[in-house]
């Protein structure tokens, strides 16, 4: 059973994922909420493809950046991404499924510190994402 900050967690996700258009083109689906944390997955399309016959790495970007995002609102204080960076490990394809998992450094009054896994169906990282956040002082719900 979720404890009160955790149900609050999932509450501020569903909210911003209701209003998250990207999110939802992307196809991303909520596996796992905890407070400071998220866990999210989708199921690369063809029309992701770049020029070169893979996946564009925005797609890895976007779906860390969403991970990111869920993670660091999700104690119901408006966060915005200060600073984001991601490493791309290996290729991503069509059909692969892939998951984002954020996980909270740090937790300050002002910002906040997170390292997104983001890992295809053979449990393969493929990319490594970190995000810096700055903590405003308005709620989302």
Known sequence: MQ???DKQATEVV???MQNDLFSQWLGIEVLEVKE???KIQM???KEMINGFGIVHGGIAFSLGDSAFAFACNNRNVLSVAL?????FIK???VGDVLTAEAKEL???KSTGLYHITITNQKEHVVAVF???CFRTNKSLL
């Open 43 to 45: 199921t690369v399309r």
């Open 14 to 16: 569903s909210h911003m």
């Open 36 to 38: 400071g944390y998220s």
């Open 91 to 93: 290729p991503v394809h």
């Open 106 to 108: 740090h937790n300050g």
């Open 3 to 5: 404890n009160e900050k």
């Open 130 to 132: 970190k995000g810096t």
């Open 83 to 87: 600073d984001t960076a991601i490493n």
